[in-house]
């Protein structure tokens, strides 16, 4: 599959880049989306939250009525789940939500991600750039030069680039990322994929 690259003034420079079929032409494995970004999301959970049992509620433990003959539900104290105020029955505890997933998973999943992008025409191929200082005006004049302003976009880049790092961060719409930070949530979370030329020959061997 080949693209135009185009310059940051959203204009055609003449050039093609190749996309490896092995890569953005392969056959979407749905399923193995799904656990790539189920595992994403699950690893994203602090797993902190902690809801107190009955033997972990503050109060007496007095009996407060007889067992039985009260035509009422039988309740020992004032911690019992049936009063209000009382413990809570299997209440959430701390764990860890995070799982395991096969590497060759994982760069499955992520392959299809970037194939349903292009089988999408949702990718676009732009030439390596920089700015001399953070300016989140420029970042946004170069989107609405690819005519990708309007859409949620992730711009990867074959490596660390603060300035335009720091001149996307403001931007709801905008993420930057590196080839090394690439993976299938991202991929999917954005209805716009563009490239730098750089990260394309980094992406072609993942």
């Known amino acids: 599959m080949e693209l135009s690259v185009y310059n940051i003034k959203g204009e055609d420079t003449g050039k093609k880049v190749t996309l490896n079929d092995a890569v953005f032409g392969i056959e979407p494995n749905e399923h193995?989306?799904?656990?790539?970004?189920?595992?994403?999301?699950?690893?994203?959970?602090?797993?902190?939250?902690?809801?107190?049992?009955?033997?972990?509620?503050?109060?007496?433990?007095?009996?407060l009525i007889r067992q039985k003959g009260s035509g009422g539900a039988r309740r020992g104290d004032i911690?019992?789940?049936?009063?209000?105020?009382g413990g809570r029955v299997f209440g959430p505890r701390p764990r860890d939500y995070s799982?395991?997933?096969?590497?060759?998973?994982?760069?499955?999943?992520?392959?299809?991600?970037?194939?349903?992008?292009?089988?999408?025409?949702?990718?676009?191929?732009?030439?390596?750039?920089?700015?001399?200082?953070?300016?989140?005006?420029?970042?946004?004049?170069?989107?609405?030069?690819?005519?990708?302003?309007?859409?949620k976009m992730l711009l990867v880049l074959g490596s660390q680039?603060?300035?335009?790092?720091?001149?996307?961060?403001?931007?709801?719409?905008?993420?930057?990322?590196?080839?090394?930070?690439?993976?299938?949530?991202?991929?999917?979370d954005c209805a716009s994929l563009v490239l730098t030329e750089s990260s394309v020959a980094a992406i072609n061997n993942f």
Do not use: W
Not at 136 to 147: C, G
């Open 79 to 85: 911690n019992s789940p049936v009063m209000v105020g």
């Open 32 to 63: 193995a989306i799904y656990l790539d970004v189920k595992q994403y999301m699950a690893n994203k959970r602090q797993g902190t939250h902690k809801a107190k049992e009955r033997s972990e509620v503050s109060g007496s433990t007095r009996k």
């Open 161 to 188: 680039n603060k300035n335009v790092y720091l001149s996307a961060r403001n931007l709801p719409k905008a993420k930057v990322v590196t080839t090394s930070e690439l993976n299938t949530y991202k991929v999917l």
């Open 99 to 151: 799982f395991k997933l096969n590497k060759k998973v994982k760069a499955l999943a992520r392959k299809s991600a970037l194939s349903l992008k292009a089988q999408e025409n949702a990718i676009y191929v732009v030439e390596d750039f920089t700015f001399e200082a953070p300016k989140t005006k420029e970042f946004v004049s170069v989107a609405q030069n690819l005519k990708v302003a309007d859409k």
